[in-house]
């Protein structure tokens, strides 16, 4: 009985990170608009304070980093 739960557990943090890729795959070409446009010193402080709100009200997991490489057999994040 253990080994199923612990196998359905990293059966599930894979379908959680395949999540994450689908998200980030979807807002990356808007993240990385919000992001040049915050980043850019020539803009108005009110608009790059805009984009900035916009930036935050995307979903946290369609950001680039919260995406972990895992095994697809066993599910280990490290070492693949």
Known sequence: ??????LGKKFTRNIQDNKRRLLSAKYELRRKLYKAFVQDPELPPEMREAHRYKLSKLPRNSSFTRIRNRCIFTGRPRAV
């Open 1 to 6: 009985m253990n080994s199923m739960v612990a």
